[in-house]
Protein backbone atom coordinates (compact mmCIF):
# COMPACT_ATOMS: atom_id res chain seq x y z
CA UNK A 1 0.00 0.00 0.00
CA UNK A 2 1.13 3.62 -0.70
CA UNK A 3 0.03 6.61 0.76
CA UNK A 4 0.46 10.27 -0.17
CA UNK A 5 0.26 13.09 2.86
CA UNK A 6 -0.12 16.83 1.79
CA UNK A 7 -0.08 19.55 3.16
CA UNK A 8 0.39 23.45 2.35
CA UNK A 9 -2.90 24.68 1.16
CA UNK A 10 -4.48 27.49 2.97
CA UNK A 11 -5.60 31.03 2.11
CA UNK A 12 -3.79 33.80 0.42
CA UNK A 13 -4.49 36.64 -1.22
CA UNK A 14 -3.83 37.65 -5.17
CA UNK A 15 -0.45 37.94 -5.99
CA UNK A 16 0.89 36.00 -2.86
CA UNK A 17 2.59 32.20 -3.04
CA UNK A 18 2.17 28.82 -1.42
CA UNK A 19 4.33 25.72 -0.95
CA UNK A 20 2.98 22.62 -1.17
CA UNK A 21 4.60 19.60 -0.14
CA UNK A 22 3.66 15.94 -0.50
CA UNK A 23 5.48 12.66 1.16
CA UNK A 24 4.69 9.26 -0.45
CA UNK A 25 5.27 6.00 1.86
CA UNK A 26 4.31 2.63 1.90
CA UNK A 27 5.73 -0.25 -0.34
CA UNK A 28 7.06 1.40 -2.89
CA UNK A 29 10.04 -0.13 -5.09
CA UNK A 30 10.31 2.31 -7.96
CA UNK A 31 9.16 6.47 -8.21
CA UNK A 32 8.63 7.22 -11.91
CA UNK A 33 6.46 10.13 -11.53
CA UNK A 34 5.55 12.40 -9.30
CA UNK A 35 2.85 15.24 -9.81
CA UNK A 36 0.38 17.57 -8.95
CA UNK A 37 -3.72 18.37 -10.09
CA UNK A 38 -6.26 20.68 -9.43
CA UNK A 39 -10.01 20.67 -9.40
CA UNK A 40 -12.08 23.81 -9.36
CA UNK A 41 -15.29 24.16 -8.14
CA UNK A 42 -17.84 23.43 -11.39
CA UNK A 43 -14.72 22.26 -13.33
CA UNK A 44 -13.20 18.69 -14.09
CA UNK A 45 -9.89 17.65 -12.88
CA UNK A 46 -6.69 19.01 -14.55
CA UNK A 47 -3.45 17.75 -14.93
CA UNK A 48 -0.92 21.12 -13.23
CA UNK A 49 2.51 19.75 -13.05
CA UNK A 50 4.44 16.61 -13.15
CA UNK A 51 7.85 15.57 -12.34
CA UNK A 52 9.85 12.51 -13.18
CA UNK A 53 12.38 10.45 -11.49
CA UNK A 54 14.76 12.17 -13.54
CA UNK A 55 14.11 15.75 -13.07
CA UNK A 56 12.35 16.32 -15.74
CA UNK A 57 9.18 18.46 -15.70
CA UNK A 58 6.00 19.59 -17.40
CA UNK A 59 3.93 22.32 -16.63
CA UNK A 60 0.43 23.48 -17.69
CA UNK A 61 0.09 26.33 -20.03
CA UNK A 62 -1.79 28.27 -16.92
CA UNK A 63 0.81 27.49 -14.65
CA UNK A 64 4.22 28.16 -16.66
CA UNK A 65 6.20 30.43 -15.39
CA UNK A 66 4.51 30.75 -12.03
CA UNK A 67 4.50 27.33 -10.23
CA UNK A 68 7.37 25.15 -10.04
CA UNK A 69 7.40 21.72 -8.90
CA UNK A 70 10.66 19.43 -7.52
CA UNK A 71 11.20 16.61 -5.85
CA UNK A 72 13.45 14.86 -3.18
CA UNK A 73 13.67 10.91 -4.11
CA UNK A 74 15.68 10.04 -1.24
CA UNK A 75 12.43 11.76 0.77
CA UNK A 76 9.81 10.52 -1.70
CA UNK A 77 8.57 13.69 -1.68
CA UNK A 78 7.01 15.87 -4.27
CA UNK A 79 7.04 20.26 -4.11
CA UNK A 80 5.21 22.46 -5.57
CA UNK A 81 5.83 26.03 -5.44
CA UNK A 82 3.18 28.45 -6.42
CA UNK A 83 3.78 32.08 -6.84
CA UNK A 84 1.65 35.03 -8.68
CA UNK A 85 -1.65 33.23 -7.44
CA UNK A 86 -4.77 34.35 -9.37
CA UNK A 87 -8.16 33.55 -8.03
CA UNK A 88 -8.48 31.34 -11.12
CA UNK A 89 -5.69 29.27 -8.76
CA UNK A 90 -8.73 28.27 -6.55
CA UNK A 91 -9.12 24.39 -6.43
CA UNK A 92 -8.31 21.51 -4.47
CA UNK A 93 -5.20 20.24 -5.36
CA UNK A 94 -4.10 16.27 -5.77
CA UNK A 95 -0.88 14.96 -5.33
CA UNK A 96 -0.55 12.01 -7.30
CA UNK A 97 2.35 9.56 -7.81
CA UNK A 98 2.93 7.00 -9.78
CA UNK A 99 4.97 3.93 -8.39
CA UNK A 100 5.32 0.30 -9.88
CA UNK A 101 2.23 -1.02 -8.55
CA UNK A 102 0.45 2.27 -10.29
CA UNK A 103 -0.75 5.31 -9.28
CA UNK A 104 -1.86 7.00 -6.19
CA UNK A 105 -3.82 10.29 -5.00
CA UNK A 106 -3.77 11.91 -1.95
CA UNK A 107 -6.45 13.11 -0.17
CA UNK A 108 -6.17 16.86 -1.40
CA UNK A 109 -5.82 20.83 -0.12
CA UNK A 110 -7.29 22.79 -0.43
CA UNK A 111 -6.22 26.65 -1.78
CA UNK A 112 -8.19 29.36 -1.82
CA UNK A 113 -7.20 32.57 -3.58
CA UNK A 114 -9.16 35.27 -2.76
CA UNK A 115 -9.08 39.16 -1.46
Known amino acids: QVQLVESGGGLVQPGGSLRLSCVAS????????MGWYRQAPGKERELVATITYGGNTNYADSVKGRFTISGDNAKRSVYLQMNSLTPDDTAVYYC?????????WGQGTQVTVSS
Open 96 to 104: NVLVDTGPY
Open 26 to 33: GSIFSIYV
